[in-house]
T-cell receptor
Framework: DQQVKQNSPSLSVQEGRISILNCDYT??????FLWYKKYPAEGPTFLIS?????DKNEDGRFTVFLNKSAKHLSLHIVPSQPGDSAVYFC????????????FGKGTKLTVNP | GAVVSQHPSWVICKSGTSVKIECRSL??????MFWYRQFPKQSLMLMAT?????????EQGVEKDKFLINHASLTLSTLTVTSAHPEDSSFYIC??????????????FGEGSWLTVV
């Protein structure tokens, strides 16, 4: 049973526009969420996180929104840049992030010039 | 941000031999490190949680005698693939939790290690 789902395997966006990556989870014990960016043959790079006590966290061009009632979170990138092209993984953890991370399958973002 | 380094980046070994991969947290102490593997076009699969000074906790289906994990210090964890077979060929990634970091309970990843068993 997949506890963290990224239903869109891929997303294509024009440079300068907004990229919205979605993630759904089923485990109500999850209370800490993270987004990672990954290039082929490299380890994931941490982007941004959010605790369940918040519904929004912003860091530069990246904003993560959390809707606890819907068990849904999204990552907004604006404006999108070609260098943002990568696979984005949503991850969730319980116990305020002390528990192991559970990853979604990733969404491949392509930002076209 | 925090840095986690993995070595080697890639390794080729003969079937039946053992290979060791190191994971180091360079600028923070990590009581907990994690080992993942990733098959092509798939998500990261957690293999085990490595705790400094104690035995690793393995995920279901992961052979502890095959994937030996040692976390001897607060900055180093090693994964040894014993008696490697071609099906062990994969991308192995470690991560470490920075409890004291600015982002709180953030887990940082190493660069990954490509293992090819021939």
């Amino acid at each position: 049973d997949q506890q963290v789902k990224q239903n869109s395997p891929s997303l294509s966006v024009q440079e300068g526009r907004i990229s919205i990556l979605n993630c759904d989870y089923t485990n109500s014990m999850f209370d800490y969420f993270l987004w990672y960016k990954k290039y082929p043959a490299e380890g994931p790079t941490f982007l941004i996180s959010i605790s369940s006590i918040k519904d929004k966290n912003e860091d530069g061009r990246f904003t993560v929104f959390l809707n606890k009632s819907a068990k849904h979170l999204s990552l907004h990138i604006v404006p999108s840049q070609p260098g943002d092209s990568a696979v984005y993984f949503c991850a969730a953890s319980a116990e305020g992030g002390s528990e192991k991370l559970v990853f979604g399958k990733g969404t491949k973002l392509t930002v076209n010039p | 941000g925090a840095v986690v380094s993995q070595h080697p980046s890639w390794v080729i070994c003969k079937s039946g031999t053992s290979v060791k991969i190191e994971c180091r947290s360079l600028d923070f102490q990590a009581t907990t490190m994690f080992w993942y593997r990733q098959f092509p076009k798939q998500s990261l699969m957690l293999m085990a949680t490595s705790n400094e000074g104690s035995k690793a906790t393995y995920e279901q289906g992961v052979e502890k005698d095959k994937f030996l994990i040692n976390h001897a210090s607060l900055t180093l964890s090693t994964l040894t693939v014993t008696s490697a077979h071609p099906e062990d060929s994969s991308f192995y990634i470690c991560s470490a939790r920075d409890l004291a970091g600015q982002a709180g309970n953030t887990i940082y990843f190493g660069e990954g290690s490509w293992l090819t068993v021939v």
